[in-house]
Nanobody, 126 residues
Framework: VQLQAFGGGLVQAGGSLRLSCVASGRTVSGYVMAWFRQAPGKEREFVAAIPRWSASSTNYASSVKGRFTISRDSAKNTVYLQMNSLKPEDTAVYYC???????????????????WGQGTQVTVSS
């Protein structure tokens, strides 16, 4: 599966952005889809994940829970990350990732995802 992420930009603190991850080659419904982010000088960190087929058990990092929402539109083969109440510490390059074999306890583990999009920059100004 090939992934393309877009939708980043510059936004003021408290604002919102919606990132999109468009998949080609396979249906996103058959993959665990996740968002990660990487700030300058920091390791890539887990943001959110949505399981295969069902959207009932989404998973979030504690730092974004209640502010970010991951969702999937199977008809458009796209996964979204709606980001609200953005903070300067959310500034990072955001990546989408996919895995057909990962289990729930591994969602946060970046090396377990074999497919990655190219990243989109999100900058939140204070």
């Amino acid at each position: 599966v090939q992934l393309q992420a877009f939708g980043g930009g510059l936004v003021q603190a408290g604002g919102s952005l919606r990132l999109s991850c468009v998949a080609s080659g396979r249906t996103v419904s058959g993959y665990v889809m996740a968002w990660f982010r990487q700030a300058p000088g920091k390791e890539r960190e887990f943001v959110a994940a949505i399981p295969r087929w069902s959207a009932s058990s989404t998973n979030y990092a504690s730092s974004v829970k209640g502010r970010f929402t991951i969702s999937r539109d199977s008809a458009k083969n796209t996964v979204y990350l709606q980001m609200n109440s953005l903070k300067p510490e959310d500034t990072a390059v955001y990546y989408c990732a996919a895995s057909s074999t990962i289990i729930t306890s591994e969602y946060h583990n970046a090396p377990r995802y074999p497919y990655w999009g190219q990243g989109t920059q999100v900058t939140v100004s204070s």
